[in-house]
């Protein structure tokens, strides 16, 4: 089993202040991982520096055991719900096509195979009969599944998600986190920051808890635990009984 990603000695800064100080884990291939901690806890944070997409102010991450330069195409990214433009005029099945893109050439459309593909993945999550709905119509339980099937469609080894159940009906989230585990199960390797303590133990195999600087990092039974969770979130213990913590 290889490594699919490896934090060493991470900083992260804004306007000059600390949000991620000195954080190092190391998270082997196939596993469904859970980012958790308080509000302002550095949990996006963490997630857009390993991507490169905000500056990191020291510290070296690797990604499938290379540089995150060299492993571009082998990821999948689906931001939060909030960043996203949703009166931006595109259709469904568009937004799944971008995925196609990175394995395309210069200047290269998809063809039918890739259109195909991607309606695939529309179906994969539920999403067929609303393939040639405008993107912003949708309600947010559909708009995140078009948005994991794009991430599928990229046919990508590592999937990112941040805080993919926020806003979204039961149903939604029950079918996104079983596309999750299938993915895990085929080898892939999926982060999902995530807030609801109440699912930790039936989503995750393990959990990065976080306070800005790493509180635990492993199998779910070894950090969701009272101590451990009280440690990071300074909750009392009856609050955290009613979240089903390990006491």
Known sequence: MGKALTVDHLHVSYY??????DVSFSINTGKLVGIIGPNGAGKSTIMKATLGLIPKDKGNVRILEKPLKAVRKKIAYVPQRNNLDWDFPINV???????????????RRPNAKQKEWAFQCLKEVGMEDFSKQQ???LSGGQ????FLARALAQKAELFFLDEPFVG????SETTIIKILKNLCDKGKTVLVV???LTKVEDYFDELILLNKELVEYGPVQQVFKAETISQAYQANLSILKKVGVSM
């Open 143 to 146: 708009q995140q599944r078009v």
């Open 93 to 107: 099945i568009d937004t799944v096509l971008l995925g196609t893109y990175p394995h395309l050439g210069l200047m």
């Open 135 to 137: 993107i912003g119509e």
């Open 194 to 196: 995530h807030h609801d």
């Open 168 to 171: 979204i009906d039961v149903s």
């Open 16 to 21: 000059g202040k600390e949000v991620i100080k």
